[in-house]
């Protein structure tokens, strides 16, 4: 009796898992717990936004993360906490033409309960950027400050 207990708890476990999803999406509009997104289908350079928006509902509590690369996995994985979740800046003052990237993850009835902010940095003009920034918070003139760029 006991090995079909534990087998049917794993059965579940693994089904629970299977349900959830988890993809790189381009936001367009937050309305209330509402999130107007374009699904991005396909793998890297082949990669290609969706013709048709889908909205969906957003989970009460929701997780709202920045993202993070992780060289192990070669994924983005959540970081830390955005304060004021949907509220913050970055989610009210989207550009509907532009968008902002995300990666969501719906539960089994399709409501958002995480939004990774932020994926694919912009290549090296981002890069330059915000090295740029960093130079000037530092006081030098464009570079960053980096161990070696005394």
């Known amino acids: 009796m006991k ?3 534990v087998a049917m708890v794993c059965s579940v476990a693994a089904v629970g898992f299977v349900l959830a999803d988890e993809f790189a999406a381009n936001v367009t509009n937050i309305e209330g717990n509402k999130i107007t997104y374009y699904k991005y289908e396909g793998e890297k350079k082949d990669k ?14 929701v997780k709202v993360v920045k993202g993070k690369f992780d060289a192990d996995t070669k994924k983005v ?6 304060e004021g979740g949907l509220k913050s800046e970055q ?4 550009d509907k033409d532009k968008g902002t990237n995300v990666t969501l993850t719906t539960d ?3 409501v958002v309960t995480q939004i990774i902010a ?15 920034a960093a130079g000037k918070a530092a006081g030098k003139k464009g570079k960053a400050a980096l ?3 005394d």
């Open 77 to 82: 994985v959540a970081g830390d906490p955005i």
């Open 48 to 61: 290609k936004k969706a013709e048709k928006a889908t909205t969906a509902e957003v989970s009460k509590d």
């Open 118 to 132: 932020g994926f694919g940095g912009g290549g090296k003009a981002a890069g330059k950027a915000a090295g740029k």
């Open 91 to 94: 989610f009210t003052n989207i």
């Open 147 to 149: 161990p070696g760029n």
């Open 3 to 5: 090995k079909f207990v």
């Open 108 to 110: 089994d009835k399709g």
